[in-house]
């Protein structure tokens, strides 16, 4: 697929879902903290629920959904944390509780370079799209680089960026690259129907669900991008009529 590289497109027969024994209890399954606004953060907080984790806490002014536990603040007991969906408040980057626990950095954490301090840990993903990229990208290497050249090049600059750093790095876009140092691997299930707002929030929970089991931050991104994927692909109807609610409850089908 990719000359002389350790590149693979991945199958659906590559998913790993988490396997819910009968004797199990809600601990056994993590507790994720979303760390993010009201509304971004609900669906990130379902979409992790509804991928396996036990507990979902979100730190927000308010939740959307009786599910979810609302939290002032982060607290010692997180399995994973998810953070930054319509984050306003950029300070919780600087939580010493980030240094020791497993995390997702989504969406406005590009906004600060406080995100630098987290790049060289393996159990940190960073999902980007183009345009956050872009951004990150700058802050890294202090260059400039437009839509137009990534998107021609996106192989070249995830591995440009990996060879740099130790986090996993999930390049979204219509078929998105995942790579951690020399280990790179492709998502072509998905379509247009996720090009919608709040489908990255659901990733993000996604991802924090597997991390958050036990899953190295690697097959936690490998098994979230592919469910997220497929259950799009699933969908059945008009592509304009799909949404991140619907994205959420496709994931009981696969």
């Not at 606004?37 to 991928?51: E, H």
């Not at 997702?104 to 987290?118: M, P, R």
Request: a positive charge; one cysteine or more; hydrophobic letters at 45%.
């Amino acid at each position: 697929f990719y000359p002389n590289s350790q590149a693979f497109l991945l199958e659906k027969k590559d998913l790993k879902t988490i396997d819910r024994k009968i004797n199990a209890n809600k601990g056994n399954f993590g507790h994720i903290y979303i760390v993010a606004n009201a509304s971004a953060g609900t669906l990130a907080g379902l979409g992790a629920l509804n991928f396996g984790a036990g507990l979902v806490s979100l730190v927000a002014q308010k939740s959307f959904s009786p599910l979810l536990m609302l939290k002032e603040k982060i607290e010692n007991n997180a399995s994973a944390i998810a953070l930054g969906m319509g984050l306003e408040n950029l300070d919780f980057l600087k939580d010493e509780i980030l240094q020791n626990t497993p995390l997702i950095l989504d969406a406005n954490c590009f906004l600060s370079e406080a995100l630098l301090w987290y790049l060289n840990r393996k159990d940190v993903v960073i999902t980007p799209h183009p345009k956050e990229f872009i951004k990150l990208y700058k802050m890294c290497f202090d260059e400039d680089l437009d839509i137009e050249t990534l998107q021609k090049n996106r192989f070249f600059y995830a591995r440009k960026f990996s060879q740099n750093y130790d986090c996993v790095l999930v390049l979204k876009g219509a078929n998105p690259i995942i790579v951690q140092k020399e280990k790179l691997f492709v998502v072509n299930l998905g379509n247009q129907a996720l090009a919608k707002g709040g489908s990255g929030d659901v990733l993000s929970g996604m991802i924090a669900a597997h991390l958050g089991f036990g899953f190295s931050a690697l097959e936690a991104v490998k098994n979230a991008t592919l469910a997220h994927g497929l259950v799009a692909k699933k969908y059945k109807f008009n592509k304009n009529s799909f949404d991140a609610l619907k994205l959420i409850k496709g994931l009981k089908c696969l």
